[in-house]
């Protein structure tokens, strides 16, 4: 009887572990089973939509008008009028040149014209005495001679005038770069020469505000922005006056310009600006909700679902407000559908059942 009941016992391990091999076999396929069942995910499509954007950048204040005077004709400066910071209008006196050689060419020319003019009065009075007298051809002769003279004459008168070099614009005073005693050359023969003086107009002046490429969308002329310039506690309200027809192939911006005047001088060229440009979209952008975006990596993306499965989609986001985002992506349009709830249940390339929310 004892040599039965280690058998026994033998036996009923042997058929428990069977059991348990048994047992092993069939979990797996609960599990799969528990796997292939699909979840459930709240969807929504796109939309188009209008938005308004406030793009704000700091930019540079020029003048609208800037000039480097250089001499019409060569000569010794013999007196300047004017020094750095004056404010001048325009036709004022600046310099005045000295150039013997060219007064005495006008003395000359005076002298010339004056007997070109005598010697045709005096065949025109003979001709009036005795008609036939003085033949037709000499008088004309005459004329034109004395024509010649004339513009000889007007033409050196006119090279005497620059000698007094005047203010082309109105404006101040930014540079003086010549003492009487000076010698200058002829700014046309001569371009490279450093100016005499240079003149700014602080009255009109023209604010460059660079933005950037991704945000054309929304820069148009006209488009209201608000200037502030924290150095003088001043903020002004206007209107965008043009905008660049390129893109900075460096920066990736596009300039914006607002031109301004400023008669008291007090916005003055190279002074901070800061430019808050509100501008709307000219055409619809597509959106969906904000909650649709999550953010990665600091980068935006959305979950879409695409015949079925969950895609991870890059976006790029052109506005937003409280409530939507306007944005781009690769292959969407307004009948893809997008996970708003119910996105962190699911995975990326995972199968999954949609309902559109309401």
Excluded: W
Excluded at 150 to 160: I, K, N, T
Excluded at 224 to 240: A, G, Q, R, S, Y
Excluded at 298 to 305: D, E, M, Q, R
């Amino acid at each position: 009887m004892k040599i039965f009941i280690p058998f026994i016992a033998l036996f009923s391990i042997a058929a428990f572990s069977s059991c348990e091999e048994k047992k092993s076999e069939d979990s797996p396929q609960s599990t799969y089973s528990t796997s292939s069942t699909k979840i459930t995910v709240e969807t929504v499509f796109p939309t188009m939509q209008m938005y308004q954007k406030e793009l704000k950048v700091v930019g540079t204040v020029d003048p609208l008008q800037q000039v480097d005077l250089l001499p019409l004709e060569s000569g010794s400066i013999r007196k300047v009028f004017v020094d750095i910071g004056d404010r001048v209008t325009k036709g004022d006196l600046l310099v005045i040149l000295e150039n013997p050689i060219i007064t005495r060419e006008v003395e000359t020319l005076k002298v010339e014209a004056e007997a070109a003019k005598k010697q045709l009065d005096r065949l025109k009075k003979a001709a009036d005495t005795a008609s036939g007298l003085i033949p037709a051809a000499e008088i004309d002769e005459a004329e034109a001679t004395s024509a010649r003279a004339s513009s000889a004459l007007y033409a050196g008168m006119d090279r005497l005038s620059f000698l007094e070099v005047k203010a082309p614009i109105s404006g101040v005073i930014t540079k003086r770069n010549v003492h009487p005693g000076a010698v200058v050359e002829n700014g046309l023969t001569a371009p490279n020469q450093t100016p005499m003086l240079t003149i700014m107009s602080c009255a009109d002046i023209r604010i460059k505000l660079p933005y950037p490429e991704r945000d054309m969308r929304f820069i148009y002329s006209g488009a209201e922005i608000e200037l502030h310039f924290p150095d003088l506690d001043k903020t002004i309200n206007t209107n965008v006056t043009r905008v660049s027809a390129s893109i900075d192939s460096d920066t990736r911006t596009v300039d914006v310009f607002v031109d301004m005047s400023s008669a008291d001088c007090s916005i003055r060229p190279g002074i901070y600006v800061e430019g808050a440009l509100i501008g709307g979209s000219q055409d619809s952008l597509l959106s969906l909700p904000a909650g649709v975006r999550f953010v990665e990596n600091g980068l935006p993306f959305a979950a879409a679902v695409i015949n079925g499965v969950v895609k991870k989609t890059p976006l790029t986001l052109h506005a937003e407000d409280k409530h939507s985002i306007a944005f781009s992506a690769e292959g969407v349009n307004l009948s893809t559908e997008f996970i708003i709830t119910g996105r962190n249940l699911v995975k990326e390339g995972e199968a999954v059942n949609t309902k559109l929310k309401k």
